[in-house]
């Protein structure tokens, strides 16, 4: 049967034209002006130098105070919730 159907059925042709291809917008994101983590390093090990360099010359004396005190608050939460009992060092 096959070899003798010569009115087989022809594959449909899909013709797709691109809406927006011709635009010339060039999508960035925000902030990627004011990072000095993106660059041409690949490696793992320049990219975190370049993260502590950046969180050692940019931070505030006030924001690494609000940091301590944020985590301490979250510790005592976590403490309070595992009923962790504190009058063991006194």
Request: proline share 2%.
């Amino acid at each position: 049967m096959g070899l003798l159907n010569f009115n087989s059925k022809k594959n449909k042709q899909y013709n797709y034209i691109e809406r927006f291809a011709k635009s010339k917008i060039k999508f960035k994101p925000k902030f990627d002006e004011f990072r000095s983590t993106l660059g041409p390093e690949n490696n793992l090990k320049a990219k975190f130098i370049n993260v502590v360099n950046d969180f050692n010359l940019k931070t505030d004396k006030q924001v690494k105070i609000r940091l301590v005190f944020i985590i301490s608050i979250l510790i005592l939460i976590f403490l309070y919730l595992i009923d962790f009992d504190l009058t063991i060092f006194f």
